[in-house]
């Protein structure tokens, strides 16, 4: 089960680890349902389902390589475009930025 996708279509109920709610989990519950005939029976289980948040989604970037020119006197933190990358995981394992160190 990949739980960005349930909890962009909102199939589940997701919580974010950064407000502290189920350490990033998302819940749902599956309703099986069985009719026998003879005797008439239904039996109805209720299956909860938590799916716990993974980094499973790598990166990725619209070229596989890209050439960057930096000045060599450029001072420390001159800021440099740098191609955007797309990241499907969610959260924390979700890109929030990434730079040259």
Do not use: M, W
């Not at 933190?77 to 995981?89: I, K, Y």
């Amino acid at each position: 089960l990949d739980r960005e996708e349930y909890c962009k279509k909102r199939l589940c109920n997701c919580h974010s680890k950064n407000n502290n709610n189920n350490n990033g989990q998302c819940n749902f519950t599956i309703t099986l349902t069985a009719n026998i005939d003879t005797p008439p029976y239904n039996y109805i289980l209720s299956l909860p389902i938590i799916c716990i948040d993974l980094n499973d989604n790598a990166p990725k970037f619209s070229q596989l390589e890209s050439t960057i020119i930096i000045a060599e006197n450029a001072p420390r933190g001159h800021r440099v475009p740098l191609e955007t990358a797309t990241d499907n995981d969610s959260l924390e394992y979700g890109i929030v930025e990434y730079r040259l160190l």
